[in-house]
């Protein structure tokens, strides 16, 4: 059934987008006008850094560590790009005094577009005091929030004057997400060709994906505002890491703000797809830096901008947990990866000289 169809039974379909329009603003602090339902985050990229990436003689400010479906949305047209770099490993943070004083040179950016957290690494940024040093400096402030939902409380994203989620990022279907426009942001337009979404992006909404959007974040929140289930969680994501770093591992990224289930691991031997298939061996799907880049041979953006060295980031693999991971899992994968470790080490060990 097509919402915008004049029939009476597409009113229900209507009535439903709707409601789930304005429980998805409720969860947002925002107003349903403010809501665009998109494919996916990177349509909601396209649709706000597209905009302004057509823009002459402005500039648009990212940082270092951003999604590909921000760096090349912003580049994709004539407006310039400058890169805000990110405290360097072990933290690998915006630093909101930096971005002030970026704001206080010229030319000053039409807007700034700074992520909540880091898909690779799982760090956070300081997403409040970035809306604040924006809002002071009245540059309109747009936030990558897809790794954030569904893993830490909404609240912090309030002021951002422009937001980005995906479905799939907190237990909804694959191919549905969402902008929230503030009005700082001016009148955008996305894909064309149908008055849908208040004439911002044309296309029949998925209503059915849109449902079961909103139904996962109704659900992820229950986990994400029980502070108890979430210290948990960080608590079994610091044992794993404290048994992996004794083991000599690295880990990318920041100690003190990251996502309680994601984990950049540096080993200290061993090809990552080397991990990656002898992990899949014993039943753990883990990725190689930024899944969105596996089979391109080069290092990850992200942890150049780390300043970590090259030799090690080829090496990095990248282990999210969901929130039905339970402490055993973490322990098991440790098990896995003390395994592998003696067994890689014991292959790339020199072979011994025996005299005769
Ligand atoms: N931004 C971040 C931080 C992501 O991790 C992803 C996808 O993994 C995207 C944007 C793109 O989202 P989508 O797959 O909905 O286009």
Request: glycine residues 10%; hydrophobic residues 40%.
């Amino acid at each position: 059934m097509n919402p915008s169809s004049p029939y009476p039974a597409a009113s229900r379909v209507r009535h439903a987008l709707d409601a789930a329009r304005e429980e998805l603003a409720g969860h947002l602090d925002a107003r349903p006008e403010e809501i665009v339902f998109t494919s996916g985050a990177t349509e909601a990229a396209n649709l706000v850094l597209g905009h302004f990436a057509r823009q002459r003689e402005q500039t648009l400010l990212i940082g270092a560590t951003e999604h590909p479906c921000i760096r090349e949305s912003a580049q994709s047209g004539v407006a310039k790009v400058d890169i805000l770099p990110v405290q360097p490993q072990p933290d690998g943070r915006i630093a909101p005094l930096k971005l002030a004083e970026r704001l206080r040179a010229k030319p000053r950016p039409a807007l700034v577009a700074i992520m909540a957290a880091n898909n690779e690494t799982g760090t956070e940024n300081d997403v409040e005091a970035i809306a604040r040093v924006c809002r002071e400096a009245q540059v309109p402030f747009l936030c990558d929030a897809v790794q954030w939902i569904g893993k830490r409380p909404l609240g912090a994203l309030r002021h951002a004057d422009g937001l980005l989620g995906s479905a799939h990022k907190f237990g909804g279907p694959k191919g549905v997400g969402f902008a929230r426009l503030g009005a700082a942001l001016g009148d955008l337009r996305g894909a064309r060709g149908g008055q849908q979404e208040g004439g911002r992006r044309g296309g029949t909404e998925n209503y059915p994906g849109i449902a079961a959007m909103v139904a996962a974040l109704r659900s992820a929140q229950a986990t994400v505002e029980d502070a108890q289930a979430i210290a948990t969680r960080e608590a079994w994501r610091s044992r794993f890491l404290e048994r992996v770093r004794g083991l000599g591992f690295g880990v990318a990224g920041s100690e003190a703000a990251n996502l309680w289930n994601t984990v950049l691991l540096l080993p200290p031997l061993g090809e990552r797809m080397r991990w990656v298939m002898r992990l899949a061996k014993r039943g753990f799907a883990v990725s190689t830096g930024s899944a969105c880049s596996t089979g391109r041979e080069s290092a990850s953006a992200v942890l150049q901008a780390l300043g970590i060295p090259d030799a090690t980031a080829r090496r990095a693999i990248r282990i999210s947990s969901g929130r039905e991971s339970s402490e055993s899992d973490w322990q098991a994968l440790a098990d896995a990866i003390e395994c592998i470790l003696a067994d890689l080490s014991a292959e790339d060990a020199p072979a011994t000289v025996v005299r005769i």
